[in-house]
């Protein structure tokens, strides 16, 4: 198990750390690790399968967007 902190997961993704905070509140994010009431860490190995189910294939967004 590889723990990413939020600013390691930022990094990781190249995305602001705010941007990780609303996919927090908003319920679409990793599963998380709640170390205490305000320190959560994600595992490597649940962030790239999340982000791995976020993957879109052009074709087939395509053809579901004509339909």
Known sequence: MQ?????D?????????RTIYK?????????YIKLSKKNISFDRADVDAWLASK???PKKEKERKNR
């Open 9 to 17: 997961l930022a990094l990781y993704m190249g995305i602001s750390k």
């Open 23 to 31: 996919y927090i509140a908003s319920g679409d994010c990793p599963p």
């Open 3 to 7: 723990l990413m902190s939020i600013d």
């Open 55 to 57: 993957k879109v294939d």
